[in-house]
């Protein structure tokens, strides 16, 4: 939004405390967008599934006998009961269990008692229905809408870059999950991960430890925010880089695909990732993921895992805890940003983009 002096404002608080629109985005832009589901390591065997939500909606991603990852809706098509009850497991047949209809990998209704005595009733017509998946570097991916463009499409040249940055990466597994609790709304979180404006004043170790800020910038490619920076004192990190390892040993980048998932590799080729999970109008559950070769266990991850968690992470919860209780003040309406038309680290301006595509898919 501008005023008459071509500020751009924020957002007004309504959009982080409205339970009314909490819904309507979880109706829309939730169920529109590229959210992600698991890692593909989680299900190695034939059979494998585990559970997920996706915009409030139960689901489950299998692999089928050959070797496809499927999601579907975890719900019978006899009366509706849910299909997969545990967390995660191994299953030749997934079946109901209120009247135990079979279904098979591919959610083709197989048997259930009595189906024969019933005249007409045509088994082949029945499947549980597909939520289209796709599986990114390892990284699985769904989208409630059956319309939806491919990620390619959606995050360009992402896969490609990612691939540079991190050659192994198809060997990767997790080895860590760390889940963080925020009482804010989604888009709070979100909106002080894409700006570094705050940096200086609040992440003293990230500031001083990993980027140099005079470098640092955030720039948006199709439905991604990218942030970049040169890395300074690589020698006084926590952890050993071969810097001639390969050519991107020593470099830093941050791809976040809207609107809750980010990759991001430190100096070594680590890869990290940033996952928000909407749990209400106001709390969001924010999941750090630390990868290692074939999850090997890795003393100076876990220790940058730690560091990461006790430092950028516990700043931040601070900050986004305190934004929303001062979203819902009466003394606040949304204030200007500091766009910069130079951007770089002292700039929002990729929050103006945040706030479009907020708009855009709330159809505001
Ligand atoms: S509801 Fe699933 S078998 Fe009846
Ligand atoms: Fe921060």
């Not at 804010?184 to 404006?197: F, G, I, T």
Request: aromatic letters at 12%; glycine letters at 6%.
């Amino acid at each position: 939004m501008r005023d008459h002096n071509n500020l751009i404002y924020a957002l007004e608080p309504k959009y982080y405390t409205d339970p009314a629109i909490y819904e309507k985005e979880r109706q829309t832009l939730l169920a529109t967008t590229w959210q992600f589901a698991g890692h593909v390591s989680q299900i190695p065997n034939k059979g494998d599934y585990f559970r997920l939500e996706v915009a409030g909606e139960s689901l489950f991603c299998v692999r089928d006998r050959k070797d496809e990852v499927r999601t579907f809706y975890n719900v019978c098509q006899h009366r509706g009961h849910e299909i997969v009850q545990n967390e995660s497991g191994n299953t030749r047949m997934l079946v109901c269990p209120y009247h135990t209809w079979g279904y098979d990998l591919t959610g083709q209704l197989r048997n259930g008692p009595n189906l024969d005595s019933v005249n007409g009733f045509d088994k082949s017509k029945i499947c549980l229905p597909q939520v289209i998946t796709e599986i990114f570097c390892g990284f699985i991916f769904v989208n409630l809408d059956p319309n939806a463009k491919p990620m390619d499409e959606v995050f360009p040249g992402v896969r490609e870059e990612l691939r540079e940055f991190v050659p192994q990466i198809d060997d990767l597994q997790p080895l860590e999950f760390i889940e963080i609790s925020e009482d804010c709304n989604w888009k709070v979180s979100v909106e002080n991960y894409s700006e570094c404006y705050h940096c200086s004043a609040n992440h003293k170790t990230f500031v001083d430890g990993v980027i140099k800020p005079e470098t640092y910038n955030v720039k948006h490619v199709g439905y991604t925010l990218q942030h970049t920076t040169e890395c300074q004192n690589l020698e006084s990190m926590t952890y050993m880089i071969d810097p001639e390892a390969n050519a991107y040993a020593t470099r830093y980048k941050s791809w976040f695909l809207w609107p809750g998932f980010s990759f991001q590799v430190y100096p070594g080729n680590v890869l990290n990732t940033y996952h928000w999970v909407p749990a209400g109008v106001d709390k969001v559950k924010v999941y750090r993921g630390w990868y290692t070769v074939g999850g090997e266990e890795s003393d100076a991850i876990r220790q940058l895992a730690k560091q990461d968690f006790d430092t950028t992470v516990a700043e931040d919860l601070v900050l986004v805890e305190s934004v929303q209780r001062g979203l819902k003040s009466r003394g606040y309406t949304g204030g200007p940003l500091v766009v910069d038309p130079a951007e770089g680290v002292m700039s929002e301006h990729s929050l103006m983009t945040i706030h479009n595509w907020v708009r855009e898919a709330l159809d505001d």
